[in-house]
T-cell receptor, first 110, second 113 residues
Framework: DAKTTQPTSMDCAEGRAANLPCNHSTISGNEYVYWYRQIHSQGPQYIIHGLKNNETNEMASLIITEDRKSSTLILPHATLRDTAVYYCIVRVANTDKLIFGTGTRLQVFP | NAGVTQTPKFRILKIGQSMTLQCTQDMNHNYMYWYRQDPGMGLKLIYYSVGAGITDKGEVPNGYNVSRSTTEDFPLRLELAAPSQTSVYFC????????????FGQGTRLTVV
């Protein structure tokens, strides 16, 4: 699976958009980009995933660059409850493993 | 649906003791995973299973064993506990390989002293 690079930490003001970047320059054509988050010490929670098109759901938007070498997770109106570690994962569609990196610690402040 | 249920939530083991961490899911998912998370670190995959009777190693399998006799259950066995196995253990499940989300349990906090 392709390796991902994320900033160690980020801050965001409550009510503003949080934009979390992820580099995956070695991604191959059949690898999906997944985002999960882990709030405090709870089990990780799925957010969104995509292949090449931008995706949006009730939690977030995922913007994937045209060359697919990077992506951005957007939380449109961050709240204090969005404070968490956010993991960007790339995964080949026909493999069985789900491998996590070290993630970005997002702190939302009032 | 209860989702993914892990027991126990907390456990203290002495060095050399054995224990089994239980994981069960009621979503009829084929894929199940065990992860460990050391303090301040990311998740590391220990073992995973793609269906009853089929298991495979992840990133850090040494010191652990698994079995998958039913679709619902995926227990993780520690045979000779060591301080290095002090960690939070998470079980997860998903319906298939990569097109759907994985659901995680709330974790088992294990301390080996």
């Amino acid at each position: 699976d392709a390796k991902t690079t994320q900033p160690t930490s980020m801050d965001c003001a409550e009510g503003r958009a949080a934009n979390l970047p992820c580099n995956h320059s070695t991604i191959s054509g059949n690898e999906y980009v997944y985002w999960y988050r882990q709030i405090h010490s709870q089990g990780p929670q799925y957010i969104i995933h995509g292949l090449k098109n931008n995706e949006t759901n009730e939690m977030a938007s995922l913007i994937i660059t045209e060359d697919r070498k990077s992506s951005t997770l957007i939380l449109p109106h961050a709240t204090l409850r969005d404070t968490a570690v956010y993991y960007c994962i790339v995964r080949v569609a026909n493999t069985d493993k789900l491998i996590f990196g070290t993630g970005t610690r997002l702190q939302v402040f009032p | 649906n209860a989702g993914v249920t892990q027991t126990p939530k907390f456990r203290i083991l002495k060095i050399g003791q054995s224990m089994t961490l239980q994981c069960t899911q009621d979503m009829n998912h084929n894929y199940m995973y065990w992860y460990r998370q050391d303090p301040g670190m990311g998740l590391k995959l220990i073992y995973y299973s793609v269906g009853a009777g089929i298991t495979d190693k992840g990133e850090v399998p040494n010191g652990y064993n698994v079995s998958r006799s039913t679709t619902e259950d995926f227990p993780l066995r520690l045979e000779l506990a060591a301080p290095s196995q002090t960690s939070v253990y998470f079980c997860a499940s998903s319906y298939d390989r990569g097109y759907t989300e994985a659901f995680f349990g709330q974790g088992t906090r294990l301390t080996v002293v």
